[in-house]
């Protein structure tokens, strides 16, 4: 089993930068990816980027491109989402999740509460 823990969430202007950390806890760790998500009020979820935890090459969404970086460090078993330029539409509940193949992600951390003030 393997828990995760998203912390470093709050609340910030629009144009500050914020990072998360997402700490996994487990016997052994050692997923194929992890993902970062996030969810606004009254939307459905959406993909941030994920991160390939042996490679460590990243794929972003469109609307995070050029501000949001994922990184990991892997002997903390840590991966983080730095976040530069906040804009007010990017206030949510930032969540990360691992998965053990391309195809899924196993495991879901409770989320962290990210809020942008213009």
């Known amino acids: 089993q393997v828990q995760l823990v998203e912390s470093g969430g709050g609340l910030v202007q629009a144009g500050d930068s914020l990072r998360l950390s997402c700490a996994a806890s487990g016997r052994t760790f050692s997923p194929y990816r992890m993902g970062w998500f996030r969810q606004a009020p009254g939307k459905e979820r959406e993909i941030i980027g994920s991160?390939?935890?042996?490679?460590?090459?990243?794929s972003y969404a469109a609307s995070v491109k050029g501000r949001f970086t994922i990184s990991r460090d892997n002997a903390k078993n840590t991966v983080y989402l730095q976040m530069n330029s906040l804009k007010p539409e990017d206030t949510a509940v930032y969540s990360c999740?691992?998965?053990?193949?391309?195809?899924?992600?196993?495991?879901w951390g409770q989320g962290t509460q990210v809020t942008v003030s213009s």
């Open positions: 999740a691992s998965g053990n193949s391309p195809y899924a992600w196993t495991y």
């Open positions: 991160i390939r935890w042996n490679i460590g090459d990243t």
